[in-house]
């Protein structure tokens, strides 16, 4: 039995063109190996949990 309903392998493109920077409003890039939605404007990476981005910025790594 597959088990591709539980663990995703992407973000959904749709989902990507709609989300933007909770800090900046500004757009944000998909990092495949990283699994992260990053805001340059705000020097923040968002991580993706099972398939979900976690727009928190409590939860978002700092970039340098």
């Known amino acids: ?3 591709a309903f539980n663990t995703p392998t992407s973000v959904d493109p749709r989902l ?3 989300l933007v920077c909770p800090v900046t409003r500004g757009v944000l890039t ?3 190996e990283a699994n992260e939605l990053v805001s340059k404007g705000a ?3 968002f991580p993706i ?3 979900v981005p976690i727009m928190l ?3 978002a790594r700092q970039l340098d």
Do not use: N, P, Q
């Open 1 to 3: 039995m597959s088990d």
């Open 30 to 32: 998909y990092d495949r």
């Open 43 to 45: 020097k923040l990476a």
């Open 57 to 59: 910025t409590e939860e």
């Open 49 to 51: 949990r099972d398939g």
């Open 16 to 18: 990507l063109e709609v």
